[in-house]
């Protein structure tokens, strides 16, 4: 298949397109390097450098033998879209290429625009490049389960049926963002669906959960393979944080109660998920959605197995309750179904003590490069 990826430098992007190129497909990648961009001015560079697109995938090949095509531009303008999608004719795009952090979006209106603008725009764009130069075209779009926010009644995979007054009718599950970044995604959500129902676009939907782990296949071949590693308040998610605290003698930064539910999935669970999409696409006029994660955790509960394994290798962790920076239940009901995937052939790998040590000991390999400064939250909702 010839497979366009929207933020192909990305933490998930750039490990996507390895294997993806590695089964065999044609690969191109596109990014303007917004989130490398971003870092820099925010001070929140990743713990491990990265190299660019040109020499990653110069490596990659090198290594392999497979190619991947780059291409480096922004998928917010309109004519970069189009001349892409004229020469490459993609028959499946991989939508990465958003501003993917919650608290980035919340520091001010700078900041809240570029995501608003930068996530509606590129997949405005991928809509009409779709419509106008590749009908047919798979969009395998990367939601968020955050989407959903976190409802007292169980959450559904995308739709949910309604009785009201007599009559039924299947609706969007209702969603309610606790950031702008998240709430850039339901607009996401509802202009495919618009397009799916008026056009007749195939859509799958991933609502995914916060993605962990740094091993892939294709990513260990070579050290310089490696994907992005942040650990900051701004770009880290919460278990990065953790394991970056426990190795530099941190305590480890609990948010509030620490009650808060979400469901994680390892890194090379994204992959197959993406993989099993794209090898089953959504019909035309379709909007599949998907929720993609493949164990639930409380954010104590990722504290205290941070704590346990790290105590076995040796680490002195603590734990410390902060208030909470973000506005968001800190007790809630969690009960999310994810049997799509299941269906489809996912094979989980689970976040073992094994998987957890593994991680402590990478980043342990860098902690001369942890820099304390960007640990403790510096992004308040209000
Ligand atoms: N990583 C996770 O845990 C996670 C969880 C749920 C959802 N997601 C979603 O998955 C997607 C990828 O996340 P990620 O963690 O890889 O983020 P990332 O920031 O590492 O990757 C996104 C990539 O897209 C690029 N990009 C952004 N805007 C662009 C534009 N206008 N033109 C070209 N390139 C652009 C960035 O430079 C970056 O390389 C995001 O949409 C995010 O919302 C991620």
């Known amino acids: 298949m010839r497979i366009l990826i929207l933020g192909g430098d990305g933490y998930l992007g750039w490990p996507t397109a390895m294997r993806l190129a590695a089964r065999g497909h044609d690969v191109m ?3 303007n390097y917004l989130r490398r961009t971003l870092a820099r001015e925010t001070s929140s560079l990743p713990l491990i450098d990265t190299p660019d697109l040109a020499e990653r995938t110069a490596i990659y090949r090198s290594v392999s033998g497979f190619e991947i095509k780059v291409r480096i531009g922004d998928c917010a303008d ?4 189009a001349r892409v999608f004229q020469e490459f004719q993609p028959e499946a795009a991989v939508h990465y290429a958003e501003q993917p952090s919650a608290p980035f979006s919340m520091m001010g209106f700078d900041q809240a625009k570029l995501t608003l603008t930068n996530n509606l725009g590129t997949t405005f764009n991928l809509i009409w490049s779709v419509l106008q130069h590749a009908p047919g075209c798979h969009i395998v779009k990367l939601g968020t389960l955050g989407e959903y926010g976190t409802p007292n009644i169980d959450i559904e995979e995308g739709w949910i049926d309604i009785e009201h007054r007599g009559r039924s009718d299947r609706f969007l599950f209702p969603r309610q963002g606790a950031s702008l970044y998240h709430t850039t995604k339901i607009m996401d959500t ?3 669906w618009f397009y799916v129902r008026t056009y007749g ?7 995914q959960g916060p993605v962990y782990g740094l091993d892939t296949k294709e990513a260990d071949a070579d050290p310089r393979l490696i994907p992005n590693f942040h650990y900051d ?14 190795v ?12 808060q539910t979400r469901g994680f999935l390892n890194l090379e669970d994204t992959l197959q998920c993406v993989e099993l999409a794209l090898k089953t696409p959504a019909m035309p006029g379709q909007l599949r959605v998907l929720n993609q994660y493949t164990e639930l955790f409380s954010v104590n509960e990722l504290a205290a197995r941070v704590k346990r394994v790290g105590g076995t290798m040796g680490m002195n962790v603590r734990i410390a309750q902060l208030p909470n920076p973000r506005k968001e239940r800190e007790e809630h009901y969690y009960n999310v179904r994810n049997q799509g995937l299941i269906d489809l052939g996912l094979k989980p790998h689970y976040l073992t003590d094994d998987v957890l040590g593994r991680l402590l000991a990478r980043v342990f ?3 001369a490069a942890i820099d304390p400064t960007r640990i403790q ?5 209000s």
């Open 29 to 31: 990648v596109i990014d």
């Open 78 to 81: 309109p004519a970069v879209m």
């Open 190 to 192: 509802d202009l495919l």
């Open 201 to 207: 676009l195939r859509v799958t939907d991933l609502m």
């Open 233 to 246: 308040d701004i770009f880290g998610t919460v278990l990065n944080r953790f394991l970056v605290q426990a």
């Open 248 to 259: 530099a003698g941190i305590p480890l930064t609990v948010y509030g109660q620490g009650g």
């Open 365 to 367: 390999r860098y902690r």
């Open 377 to 381: 939250p510096r992004v308040r909702w």
